[in-house]
């Protein structure tokens, strides 16, 4: 079992940063491979970027590869999304997901747990 905690979210302009940090509970923080997803109003919930447990492998939506940026701290266990130059069309519920995996290097699509999703908002 594996609890998620996502904070950071909040309001910004275009153009603005903003990070996005998520927590996960228990001793197997290593275990475990992590993924940001993002759910805008009135549509389905959509791949952001995953990480890989070791933090080697990341891979990033295309519409957000040059902006955002996945991370991991496995001293502290916890997991980032630096979201930089961030437009209008980036406003959406973030969620944090994780699963546990094997192999230190993969990223996946599909996820186990997921956190209570952070608010993003940005105006233009």
């Known amino acids: 079992q594996v609890d998620l905690m996502e904070s950071g979210g909040g309001l910004a302009q275009a153009g603005d940063s903003l990070r996005l940090s998520c927590t996960a509970s228990?001793?197997?923080?290593?275990?475990?491979?992590m993924a940001w997803f993002r759910q805008a109003p009135g549509k389905e919930r959509e791949f952001v970027a995953a990480?890989?447990?070791?933090?080697?492998?990341?891979t990033h939506a295309y519409s957000v590869r040059d902006r955002f940026t996945i991370s991991r701290d496995n001293v502290k266990t916890l997991m980032y999304l630096q979201m930089d130059r961030l437009k209008p069309e980036d406003t959406a519920v973030y969620y944090c997901?994780?699963?546990?995996?094997?192999?230190?290097?993969?990223?996946?699509?599909?996820?186990?747990?997921w956190g209570q999703g952070t608010q993003v908002t940005v105006s233009s």
């Open positions: 990480i890989s447990r070791s933090g080697e492998g990341k």
């Open positions: 228990g001793r197997a923080f290593n275990s475990i491979a």
């Open positions: 997901a994780a699963r546990f995996v094997s192999d230190n290097s993969g990223t996946y699509y599909s996820y186990d747990y």
